[in-house]
């Protein structure tokens, strides 16, 4: 071969790799630094209990700390706000739920627009709804809970956390459902709303199973009703709301992990492959259980799972919002 020869097939062959090594050379450095979990609602919360599993077995797959940020405010929309707003590089994510990041379009002015800003990366686990009330409350199961509150209109007592949070909401889509009518009770947030329904302040409450399964077990609540189409593994005694005389009624408080808009594919594709091995470590899963979550099936653990998810509850979840009135306060 030629010298020209040898250096045109030279630089031919450059020419073709070039334009792949800066791809080659971020997914092989991707990550090189700490990577930020911005999850928008306090410490110790139930939402907080389902990134920090995550964000330590999604560190131990990718060789770098995922540091969780929580920032609190607006339910959710604050949090929101600051990771929808950060270089899309993969450093810092997006972690939420039902509420974050489908409720709250419907009811807040946002900044941004949850349709469109965000580069899906996985569905994470659901939790399930309780039907809950204090252990003294006359009604014997949910048929006869509805009974009495129609028979006791304006009597009965529920949480608001706020407009966007689960328990007014989920309350607002009871009263609908059914046709009773409770009285709100302000509440800081859930914690409260569970001492309060513990200590007989408050009759009835509508929140995730994490955060009542403990007081369930202790016997210091009863339950009526689960929200999903299936029973939970964790309460498998108590019936869904199919089973228990509400048919139809679902809902759940599902998670997801998202990267800002235009975060490069190879990179969601990393962080996707990290989450999902997290979601199979027996450890992890451990975990969640004894949370009351419900894993999400094999075949919706895709970023485009989790994107066409997004999707069909905000069609459904912000007609039924829009329709019932709830504004933010």
Do not use: C
């Not at 330590?56 to 929309?77: D, F, K, V, Y």
């Not at 450093?91 to 949850?114: K, Q, R």
């Amino acid at each position: 071969m030629t010298i020209k020869r040898r250096t045109f097939l030279q630089l031919a062959t450059g020419a073709a790799v070039a334009p792949a090594l800066p791809r080659v050379a971020r997914a092989q450095a991707y990550p090189s630094r700490p990577i930020t979990m911005v999850v928008p609602y306090g410490g110790g919360g139930p939402a907080d209990g389902v990134a920090r599993p995550l964000a330590e077995r999604m560190s131990a797959a990718l060789g770098q700390p995922i540091a969780i940020e929580n920032i609190g405010g607006e339910s959710g929309t604050t949090g929101v706000a600051r990771a929808v707003k950060a270089a899309p590089d993969g450093y810092t994510l997006s972690f939420g739920h039902h509420g974050s990041h489908v409720v709250n379009g419907a009811i807040f002015p946002l900044p941004f627009d949850l349709r469109t800003d965000f580069e899906p990366i996985a569905l994470l686990p659901s939790n399930p709804l309780l039907i809950s009330a204090r252990k003294d409350l006359p009604a014997a199961n949910l048929k006869e809970l509805i009974a009495w509150l129609k028979a006791n209109p304006e009597k009965a007592t529920t949480a608001s956390a706020g407009a966007g949070s689960g328990t007014y909401v989920n309350a607002v889509y009871f009263q609908n459902a059914t046709g009773v009518r409770f009285r709100f009770v302000p509440h800081k947030s859930v914690q409260t709303s569970i001492k309060a329904l513990i200590a007989g302040e408050l009759d009835i409450l509508f929140d995730q199973a994490s955060n009542s399964l403990p007081h369930l077990r202790a016997g210091a609540i009863k339950a009526y009703a689960v929200t999903s189409k299936t029973r939970t593994a964790s309460v498998p005694d108590v019936p869904t709301t199919d089973e228990a005389g509400l048919p139809g009624f679902h809902s759940a408080t599902w998670y997801g992990l998202w990267a800002p808009k235009g975060t490069p594919k190879d990179i969601v594709a990393r962080l996707n492959s990290a989450a999902v091995e997290a979601l199979a470590d027996p450890a992890v899963r451990k975990r969640y259980n004894d949370q009351g979550l419900d894993m999400p099936p094999a075949d919706q653990l895709t970023p485009e799972a989790l994107g066409a998810f997004h999707k069909s509850e905000i069609e459904k979840w912000w007609p039924l919002i829009k329709a019932a009135g709830i504004k933010s306060q």
